[in-house]
């Protein structure tokens, strides 16, 4: 599928419904996610920065995450968002280059923080990749994910209102979309979902509800970010531990995947 059409594809994916992105590290995770059934498939920046020994926080190099995005690319059918962090510059022409790569790529989507900086600076960043977009041609969607909640910014009451003001700002520079994690109270998410035209996403956490109460509050996309990598490395953790100081072989296998199962994911994808 060209790229536009995963593009295209992938803004109607928040149009209706409630799009869930269970987000994938690597290729191998990737494809694995695809083959049960997702109609997209997002990474986690914290999950692909550990898996190529790096601390997640941009610290992650550019051409390690081009690596990893070719990869993914090469195995998976359904689009592709990206999780690049601040951009992994503070320079506006730099993020938009690297996110222009990624469209040349084929990736449809892109997430980019505003962390602990200023709205300004976001702002910038979104309007470069807008300008490089279009120089070129190509299209991606944002996701401007804005950390008011995650880093506790404001009084608790204010918090809906300092997300709006940016959400105003993102959005008026070329945002697509609302990353909010750390939202999970119904009333915020009520109150800010009727604030914005943009999609709102939200990071999964064991205070949210099910899918459907959070699509009835208006939520467009839910990502489970870095938790399938946590407990992933988690049971790696406790099945290796226990093999190196017990040896046994049993543990290993008991829930496992089929070795030809796993195989038979990779068959018929060309170099």
Known sequence: MPASSHVATFRQLHQHGLLRLANAWDAGTARLI????????????????????????????????LDVVQAIVRVIRVPLTIDIEGGYSDKPAEVAALAARLADLGVAGIN??????????LCAKIEAIRSACAHAGTDLFVNARTDVYLRGMGAAAQRPALTLERAHAYAS????????????????IETIVSGTTLPLNLLARSALPGAEELQAWGVRRLSAGSNLAESAYHRIAQLAGDFMRDGLSAPLSTQAMPYSGLNGLFDGIAD
């Open 34 to 65: 695809e083959s049960l059934g997702a109609p997209a498939i997002a990474t986690t920046s914290a999950g692909v920065a550990w898996a190529q020994g790096y601390p997640d926080g941009d610290r992650l190099p550019v051409a390690r995450v």
């Open 112 to 121: 980019l923080e505003d962390g602990a900086g200023e709205p300004a600076a």
């Open 173 to 188: 520079a070329g945002a697509d979309g609302l990353f909010v994690p750390g939202l999970s109270d119904r009333a915020g």
